[in-house]
C-alpha cells in the first residue's frame, strides 16, 4: 500500500501538467537558446515565458528573474554575490567607492541573520564568516520569530561599508513566518540589502517582492511541484552581484550556463499553476493542517504539543512534539506515514544511534527532552482529509504503545 505522504515541506511530486510541458519540451525545444536560427529563438521564446510566469507569481519583473539550479544555489548567488560587488542605488556607494575601486571584499560586510536559517542560507553566511565579513545572529523567541527591532539595532550597531540583511520567510521546520515586510520597513530609513529565502513561502502564501520590499529572494523549484535542479533567484533592478559561475553572458551575465530550456519551461508552468491557485490552496492546507492538529490532540491530548507560532506559520505545516517518544523511532513504527523528524538534510542516517536535536528547536529553547519527539507533518496539492484522519489514527496507536 503507499504511504500517505505528509512530508511536502522535503519535496513536492512534479504536478502532471508540469511533467507534461518538460516532456514536450524535451522532444521539441532542443535548440541551444542562444542560437540565433529557429530552432534556438523557439527555445529562447519558451525560456523568457517561463520568467515572466515566475516573475508574475511573485509581482516582479521578468528582467529581474535569474534562473539557476536550486533553491541553494539562489540563496548562495543572493549572499555571496552581494558581497563581492557593491549595490549601484545605495548613497554610501559614491563615497566608497574612492576608497574601494575594486570588488567588495568579505571583511568590507556586515551580515544580518537568525539563528534558524536553513543550512543554504548559513553554511554561506560562515563562509563569509570565515572570509572575514562580521556576523549577527539573531536570536528567536520561542514560537521562532524574531524582533524586528533587533534587526534595526544590528543595522545601526554596523560601521561596514555594506550591511547584508538575509532571513527566511518561513522556517522550513516549523513553518513560522517571519516579520519580513517589518524588517523591509526599516529599508526607509537605513540603508542595506536585503535576502529572503523564500522556498517554503512559494505556492502556499501570496508573496509580492513589492510588499515586502526585499531586494533578493529565493526560489526552489522542488518546493511547488517543479524538478529538482532548478530554480530562480530574483534580483531588484540596480542590484549588482558577481556571479559564482562565470562564462559566458547567459541570465544577463549573472549566472554562466547554457539554460534547461525542459526545467525552466516546468518551473514556468508550476509558478502559472501556484499563481492560479493562490489564495484558495492556502485554506485548503489550512484545514487539512488543523484537522490533523485536531485529531492528534483528541488521543493524545497534552502528549502532544506544537512547535512554532500557532497562527503566523504557513498554512500547511504541523511540527508536533509526542511526549515520550523519540521522533525518528516513531515513524519508524509508522510505515504508513511518509513524514519526517524536521528538515530532510539533516534526517538520521540508517542505523545512527544518537537523535541530533533539531538546531531549530533548540534556538526555539525547546527543551531536548521534548524536541526529540518532534515529528513535521506538512500536507500538499494532493492530500486528502481522509488521508490525515489514517495518518493521525496511526501516530497515535505507535505513541501510545
Given amino acids: 500500500m503507499t504511504p500517505i505522504y505528509l512530508d511536502y515541506n522535503a519535496t513536492t511530486p512534479v504536478d502532471p501538467a508540469v511533467a507534461d510541458v518538460i516532456a514536450d519540451a524535451v522532444r521539441n525545444l532542443w535548440g541551444n537558446p542562444s542560437s540565433s536560427h529557429e530552432y534556438g529563438k523557439a527555445a529562447h521564446a519558451a525560456v523568457e515565458a517561463a520568467r515572466s510566469q515566475v516573475a508574475a507569481l511573485i509581482g516582479a519583473k521578468a528582467n529581474e528573474i535569474v534562473f539557476t539550479g536550486g533553491g541553494s544555489e539562489a540563496s548562495n548567488l543572493a549572499i555571496k554575490g552581494v558581497c563581492q560587488r557593491p549595490l549601484?542605488?545605495?548613497?554610501?556607494?559614491?563615497?566608497?567607492?574612492s576608497l574601494f575601486a575594486t570588488s567588495r571584499s568579505p571583511d568590507q560586510v556586515h551580515v544580518v541573520t537568525s539563528a534558524v536559517e536553513h543550512p543554504a542560507t548559513a553554511g554561506p553566511v560562515e563562509f563569509l564568516r570565515r572570509q572575514g565579513a562580521a556576523v549577527t545572529v539573531l536570536k528567536v523567541d520561542r514560537q521562532g520569530l524574531i524582533d524586528p527591532d533587533a534587526v534595526r539595532r544590528a543595522i545601526r550597531l554596523s560601521f561596514r561599508p555594506l550591511t547584508l540583511v538575509t532571513l527566511m520567510h518561513s522556517n522550513n521546520e516549523t513553518g513560522t513566518l517571519m516579520p519580513i515586510r517589518e524588517v523591509g520597513e526599516l529599508k526607509k530609513r537605513y540603508e542595506f540589502v536585503f535576502h529572503?529565502?523564500?522556498?517554503?513561502?512559494?505556492?502556499?502564501?501570496?508573496?509580492?517582492?513589492?510588499?515586502?520590499?526585499?531586494?533578493?529572494?529565493?526560489?526552489?523549484?522542488?518546493?511547488?511541484?517543479?524538478?529538482?535542479?532548478?530554480?530562480?533567484?530574483?534580483?531588484?533592478?540596480?542590484?549588482?552581484?558577481?556571479?559564482?559561475?562565470?562564462?559566458?553572458?547567459h541570465e544577463g551575465?549573472?549566472?554562466?550556463?547554457?539554460?534547461?530550456?525542459?526545467?525552466?519551461?516546468?518551473?514556468?508552468?508550476?509558478?502559472?499553476?501556484?499563481?492560479?491557485?493562490?489564495?484558495?490552496?492556502?485554506?485548503?492546507?489550512?484545514?487539512?493542517?488543523?484537522?490533523?492538529?485536531?485529531?492528534?490532540?483528541?488521543?493524545?491530548?497534552?502528549?502532544?504539543?506544537?512547535?512554532?507560532?500557532?497562527?503566523?506559520?504557513?498554512?500547511?505545516?504541523?511540527?508536533?512534539?509526542?511526549?515520550?517518544?523519540?521522533?525518528?523511532?516513531?515513524?519508524?513504527?509508522?510505515p504508513r506515514v511518509a513524514a519526517s523528524v524536521?528538515?530532510?538534510?539533516?534526517?538520521?542516517?540508517?542505523?545512527?544511534?544518537?537523535?541530533?536535536?533539531?538546531?531549530?528547536?533548540?534556538?526555539?529553547?525547546?527543551?531536548?527532552a521534548v524536541s526529540r519527539g518532534a515529528v513535521r507533518l506538512t500536507a500538499g496539492r494532493w492530500t486528502t482529509d481522509d488521508e490525515v484522519d489514517e495518518a493521525a489514527e496511526v501516530l497515535c496507536a505507535a505513541a501510545q504503545k
Fill in 196 to 249: 529572503t529565502d523564500c522556498a517554503q513561502s512559494i505556492g502556499k502564501v501570496p508573496v509580492d517582492v513589492n510588499e515586502l520590499t526585499v531586494d533578493l529572494l529565493t526560489i526552489a523549484g522542488h518546493k511547488l511541484y517543479a524538478p529538482k535542479g532548478v530554480g530562480a533567484l530574483y534580483v531588484r533592478g540596480g542590484v549588482e552581484l558577481e556571479p559564482l559561475i562565470h562564462g559566458a553572458g
Fill in 88 to 97: 549601484a542605488p545605495l548613497v554610501w556607494r559614491k563615497f566608497w567607492s
Fill in 253 to 334: 551575465g549573472r549566472r554562466a550556463g547554457t539554460e534547461n530550456t525542459p526545467y525552466l519551461v516546468g518551473l514556468g508552468k508550476a509558478a502559472e499553476l501556484c499563481r492560479e491557485a493562490l489564495p484558495a490552496v492556502g485554506d485548503r492546507l489550512m484545514s487539512l493542517r488543523d484537522r490533523l492538529h485536531q485529531r492528534l490532540r483528541e488521543k493524545l491530548g497534552e502528549r502532544v504539543t506544537l512547535n512554532g507560532h500557532p497562527t503566523l506559520r504557513l498554512p500547511n505545516t504541523l511540527n508536533v512534539n509526542f511526549a515520550g517518544q523519540i521522533g525518528p523511532k516513531l515513524l519508524e513504527r509508522v
Fill in 342 to 368: 524536521g528538515a530532510a538534510c539533516h534526517e538520521p542516517k540508517p542505523g545512527q544511534l544518537e537523535v541530533t536535536p533539531s538546531a531549530v528547536l533548540c534556538a526555539m529553547r525547546v527543551p531536548p
